[in-house]
């Protein structure tokens, strides 16, 4: 029997795939179409195996553990599960660093 779990994509997540897709699509609109297929058919495997997808290592340096991610180069869909739900939070550019990305997005909330 498998467990299906519902995948919950937050705002902030829906902006970074909106806008990497219109980045894209700038110079290519088939190769966004083709992106966002890759990065939507990966993430839809959350939806039966949300665990496979290795703790963030910068927020597993400073002890959090509760962030998972999925690499999709070059960006990393970042994600976390509570119960049977699991959320998309960011789709961030890998070449990026996540710290900064994070931080800003943290301080910007407040």
């Keep these: 029997m498998t467990l299906e779990f519902s995948v919950i994509w ?4 829906e902006k ?3 806008f990497i897709i219109e980045y ?3 110079e290519s609109p088939q190769n966004a179409l083709k992106i966002l297929a890759k990065i939507r058919k990966k ?5 039966t195996l949300p665990e496979r997808g290795r703790i963030v ?3 597993q340096d400073q002890g959090i553990l ?4 999925l690499i999709i180069a070059p960006w990393r869909l970042i994600y976390r ?3 049977k739900e699991v959320f998309v939070l960011s789709v961030i550019d890998s070449r990026r660093n996540v710290e900064d990305i994070l931080l800003k997005r943290f301080v ?3």
């Design 10 to 13: 937050a705002d902030v997540a």
């Design 16 to 18: 970074d795939l909106r």
């Design 24 to 26: 894209i699509a700038d």
């Design 43 to 47: 993430a839809s495997n959350l939806y």
């Design 57 to 59: 290592p910068e927020l």
């Design 66 to 69: 509760l962030y998972r991610e």
């Design 81 to 83: 599960t509570s119960d």
């Design 108 to 110: 910007d909330k407040e």
